[in-house]
C-alpha cells in the first residue's frame, strides 16, 4: 500500500458531503496531550482498552466529549476549562471510554451511513488530518461539520447513555478516583434539557440526561468505592488546564492566578506563556529559563522554550531548544515537526527534512507538517517530491482538485514506478474518485 489508506479514505467520505456549516479545530500541543494521555491510562486500563486512544481537545467554547471512532476521545476546550479536578475529567473519560469498549460505535458508525446529509462521516479521520498552523496552542486542525449532520451522527440511545454511566464509573473507581465527580460533572449540565434547543448545550443533545438517569447513577455513586487514587493526577490536570487556559484566555488573566498554581512548575510555565502573548520576550524568557533549571529532563517544557524562541523571531536559538526536547521525546511527531519548522526558518532545510520525514512517519496525518516538509523539498529544488507532498497535503484538507493538480505535477516530475510516484498516482486516484462522487 503506497498512500496511507486514511488519506485516501478521508478524501472519500468528507469531500463527498455536504457543505460544512462551522469549523471545528482542534487544539495540538505536545504538553497538552502528554497530560491527558497521564490521566486516561487508568482508566483505560480498567476498561481493557489499549494505552494508545488519544484524547484531543477540539476548540469549542461549549461542553462536551465524544467518540467517533476506536483510537480517539475528543473533549472540547471549554469543558477542559470548566472542569474542577482530575476525578471530573477522569469520568468524562471514563463514560467515553464506555461507548467505545460496549460497541457503540459500530451502531453509530451505521446510522451516520445512512444519512445522505451528514458531513463529517470521516469526522475522526479528517479531525487527525486537517492539521493547520495555531499559534496559540501549537497546532489547530479544520473540518467542517453540518449541524443536522451532527444531531444524526452524535444520535445517542438513552439505553446507550445509561450502559456507559454504568460503565464508566465502575472504570472511574478501578481507576482510584472519587466517583462524586461523576455526579458533579452531570451537574455541570443539570436542567440543560428544559432549554430550548437553539440555547442549549450541545452535551445535553449528545447526552440525554433523563430524570431517570440522573436517579440512577446516584444510586450507582452511593454504592461504589474508589481503589487507591493516583497521586499524580491531580499534578497532570492542573499542568494540561494551566497551559490550556494561558494560551486561550487573556494575558491579564493568568498572570492574577498563575500565582495560586499547584506547583511552581506550572505557575512558571503559565507565566511565560501570558508574557510571550503580550509579546514580551524578556519576561518570558525569564520564565521558561526558571522552569527549565527545574525540570531540565522534560521535554515539552524545552518544547515549549523552542516555541517561544521561534515565535519571537530567534531562529537559531530555537534549534537549539528543539534539538534539546527531541532528544529527550525522541518518538514524539508534534515535537520533531516543530523542529523541524525551527530549521526551516534558521535556513536549514536539508536539516529539516529527515526530522521531518520521522514525524511524518509516526504521524502520518499531520497536514502542517506536510507544509512544511514540502517547503523543505522544494528549498532543496526536489520538486518532484515537494509536488507529491503538497498533493497529499491538500487530500487530507480536503481539497481534490487542488490535489489532483500537484498529483499530476508530482507524476511527471518523479520516476515512474517509484515509491513518491505511486504515492502521486493513490492522490490522483482518490481525488478523482472524490470528484466524481461530488458531481
Not at 306 to 323: D, F, G, N, P, W
Request: proline share 4%; glycine share 6%.
Amino acid at each position: 500500500m503506497h498512500l496511507l489508506p486514511r488519506i485516501a479514505a478521508t478524501l472519500l467520505t468528507v469531500l463527498s458531503m455536504a457543505a460544512p456549516a462551522r469549523a471545528v479545530t482542534l487544539l495540538r500541543d505536545a504538553d497538552i496531550e502528554n497530560a491527558l494521555g497521564q490521566l486516561a491510562r487508568p482508566i483505560l486500563a480498567a476498561a481493557g482498552l489499549p494505552g494508545t486512544i488519544q484524547v484531543l481537545l477540539v476548540d469549542d467554547s461549549g461542553y462536551n466529549a465524544f467518540v467517533v471512532d476506536s483510537r480517539h476521545i475528543f473533549v472540547t476546550s471549554g469543558l477542559m476549562m470548566k472542569l474542577d479536578s482530575a476525578a471530573q475529567l477522569q469520568s468524562v473519560l471514563a463514560h467515553e471510554a464506555a461507548h467505545i469498549a460496549n460497541g457503540h460505535l459500530s451502531r453509530r458508525m451505521a446510522n451516520a451511513r445512512a444519512a445522505n446529509t451528514i458531513a463529517g462521516l470521516g469526522m475522526a479521520l479528517a479531525a487527525a488530518a486537517a492539521v493547520s498552523g495555531n499559534s496559540a496552542a501549537a497546532r489547530g486542525l479544520g473540518l467542517g461539520v453540518a449541524g443536522s449532520a451532527q444531531r444524526v451522527f452524535f444520535a445517542h440511545t438513552r439505553a446507550e447513555e445509561s450502559a456507559a454511566d454504568a460503565s464508566g464509573l465502575r472504570y472511574l473507581t478501578g481507576a482510584g478516583a472519587d466517583p462524586q465527580a461523576f455526579l458533579q460533572v452531570l451537574d455541570i449540565f443539570r436542567g440543560q434539557e428544559l432549554v430550548s434547543e437553539l440555547r442549549q448545550d450541545p452535551y445535553a443533545r449528545t447526552h440525554p440526561l433523563s430524570r431517570d438517569r440522573l436517579r440512577a447513577i446516584q444510586a450507582q455513586v452511593t454504592g461504589a468505592r474508589a481503589g487507591k487514587p493516583d497521586p499524580k493526577a491531580d499534578y497532570w490536570f492542573e499542568r494540561a488546564q494551566g497551559k490550556l487556559t494561558a494560551w486561550e484566555r487573556p494575558p491579564k488573566w493568568t498572570l492574577r492566578r498563575a500565582p495560586s498554581s499547584l506547583t511552581e512548575d506550572i505557575r512558571l510555565m503559565r507565566e511565560a506563556v501570558a508574557y510571550h502573548r503580550n509579546s514580551d520576550t524578556t519576561g518570558a524568557l525569564a520564565r521558561i529559563d526558571a522552569l527549565v533549571a527545574q525540570r531540565p529532563k522534560d521535554a515539552y517544557v524545552h518544547d515549549l522554550r523552542c516555541q517561544i524562541l521561534l515565535e519571537s523571531l530567534k531562529a537559531q536559538a530555537s534549534v537549539a531548544a528543539c534539538k534539546t526536547a527531541s532528544q529527550l521525546a525522541p518518538d514524539n511527531a508534534l515535537i520533531l515537526g516543530q523542529l523541524g519548522r525551527a530549521l526551516l526558518v534558521a535556513k536549514q532545510p536539508k536539516s529539516a527534512i529527515p526530522i521531518l520525514e520521522k514525524a511524518q512517519r509516526l504521524d502520518d496525518t499531520n497536514a502542517a507538517l506536510l507544509r512544511d516538509l514540502a517547503q523543505a523539498y522544494a528549498q532543496t529544488k526536489q520538486t518532484g517530491m515537494a509536488s507529491v507532498v503538497t498533493a497529499e497535503r491538500y487530500a487530507l484538507i480536503g481539497r481534490p482538485r487542488d490535489a489532483l493538480i500537484h498529483a499530476k505535477r508530482a507524476e511527471g516530475l518523479l520516476p515512474r514506478g517509484s515509491a513518491p510516484w505511486l504515492r502521486a498516482q493513490d492522490v490522483i486516484s482518490a481525488s478523482e474518485a472524490a470528484e466524481t462522487q461530488r458531481n
